[in-house]
């Protein structure tokens, strides 16, 4: 069993909590959960910093609930968001509350008894409180003064906030009400951009329980929150040249996002090893050391890149895309080639630049200069004459193999029977021979 609280403390994963959480999570197995506005149909890693908070939760012996917001996604929450978000189709919510289910099944264990963790979804119980149901029994506990002075609200009103915006964080609060009551739900927890929703979700508790159930009890709900992740340079952290980096391999690739992490600045890594991965203090520690004496064979980014592909997709994908870094930027040779399998090839040199060759144009090729003039269509090599210097230049490699003979004849190694990898440089092309 771990301190849960200190576990997050010593990770960087802490920024505010209620008082008494601590002490309530230190006397007995207790029930928290986070929220997902299934908004797309995967989550992104902006989203795992959130869910390794729950990963920390069940480890350290309590109840993890996910609740996906099928009435609340309807909405959009406002929090910190310059304009109104697009109401999306039940269709897609539908879609997309069943991508992220079957995501968090990889990060939560739904069956370790007492505290296996559970999903719910908000429409469930939104789905049959009228609107003059809700205003009852919800909407007359909390202020408009209380609502307003928010930090996520009193940012939007320069702008503009429309009344079904405002209206998210009652329900959000009430999420929390209806979880405290139907499934002992004590804590809620999230970004540190959630603290007045959440917050608002503990009063609403204490003020409906006070008025309604006569309770005398101070303590009865929890909110704690963790630091949004950014980079040190300030820039938002989860975003690639393509956009968000996905937690679906069907919007970013095992090897797309090994690349992502594995590209880590350094003074990035100590913190996001503490934040995403399950190492160790003494682990990343050591990690830490090791890399300080030799910065330059970037051990914490390895560690930090392998610990969570094997952990989002799996170790043959881990495998696969660290045997595509090596074939596109690393010291690979024709064996490592050799190895891909056919199912592979397509994997490992995805986004490589890709041309094909007709047997017709194979026979018309006198020499290696002939073959590169061809393949790469003027996007390598724009001439015969520019291959030509490129090989005397001992910048090109075929198969990794070093060529340095233009004339030579066109005795290759088609990998797969029809593959060839022409390299300039580190710039990579794939030949691709068809009929």
């Known amino acids: 069993m771990i301190n849960f609280i200190e576990e997050l403390r010593w990770r960087g994963m802490l920024q505010d909590m209620m008082p008494g959480t601590e002490e309530q999570l230190n006397k007995e197995m207790t029930a928290g ?3 997902f506005d299934p908004t797309a149909e995967s989550l992104h890693i902006g989203n795992l910093a959130t869910i390794m908070l ?13 609740l996906v917001g099928g009435a609340t996604g309807m909405i959009g929450d406002p929090s910190f968001k310059a304009a109104e978000r ?42 049959d409180i009228s609107f003059l149901g809700f205003l009852r029994e919800a909407g007359k506990y909390l202020s408009v003064n209380y609502m307003m002075a928010k930090d996520s609200v009193r940012k939007r009103l320069e702008t503009g906030i429309s009344f079904t915006e405002f209206s998210y964080q009652l329900l959000q609060g009430y ?14 927890m999230g970004g540190s951009d959630q ?68 590209n880590t600045a350094d003074e990035d890594c100590s913190r996001l090893i503490r934040v995403f991965t399950l190492l160790s203090r003494d682990e990343i520690e050591e990690l830490e050391r090791q890399h300080a004496e030799a910065p330059h064979l970037r051990i914490l980014q390895k560690a930090l890149a392998k610990d969570v592909t094997i952990r989002v997709h799996s170790e043959v994908d881990y495998n696969l895309a660290v045997k595509a870094s090596e074939v596109l930027y690393g010291k690979a040779t024709i064996d490592t080639l050799r190895s891909i399998q056919a199912d592979e090839f397509e994997v490992v040199f995805e986004g490589v630049p890709q041309t094909e ?64 990898l022409i390299s300039k440089g580190k710039k990579n092309h794939l030949l691709k021979r068809v009929q």
């Open 33 to 35: 959960y986070i929220g």
């Open 54 to 66: 729950l990963v920390h939760f069940q480890r350290a012996g309590h109840k993890p609930f996910a």
């Open 86 to 127: 697009k109401f999306l189709s039940e269709e897609t919510l539908a879609l997309n509350q069943e991508g992220i289910r079957r995501q968090l099944t990889r990060f939560l264990n739904f069956d370790s008894g007492a505290n296996s963790a559970e999903m719910v979804n908000n429409y469930d119980w939104f789905k």
């Open 175 to 188: 999420d929390f009400y209806w979880l405290y009551k139907n499934k002992g739900i004590r804590l809620q």
């Open 195 to 262: 603290w007045g929703n959440i917050t608002t979700g503990t009063e609403l508790i204490r003020r409906k329980e006070v008025h309604d159930e006569g309770s005398s009890e101070e303590n009865l709900a929890f909110a704690l929150t963790t630091p949004l992740i950014t980079k040190s340079d300030g820039t938002k952290f989860g975003k690639s040249e393509g956009g968000n980096v996905w937690l679906d391999p069907r919007l970013t690739s095992p090897y797309q996002f090994y690349q992502f992490w594995i």
């Open 357 to 420: 060759i007709s047997v017709h144009e194979l026979e018309s090729c006198k020499d290696i200069t002939d073959l590169l003039s061809i393949a790469s269509r003027g996007e390598v090599y724009t001439s015969k004459g520019e291959a030509r210097r490129a090989i005397t230049q001992n910048a090109v490699s075929i198969n990794k193999a070093k060529i340095t003979n233009p004339a030579a004849p066109l005795e290759l190694e088609w990998l797969q029977e029809r593959y060839l």
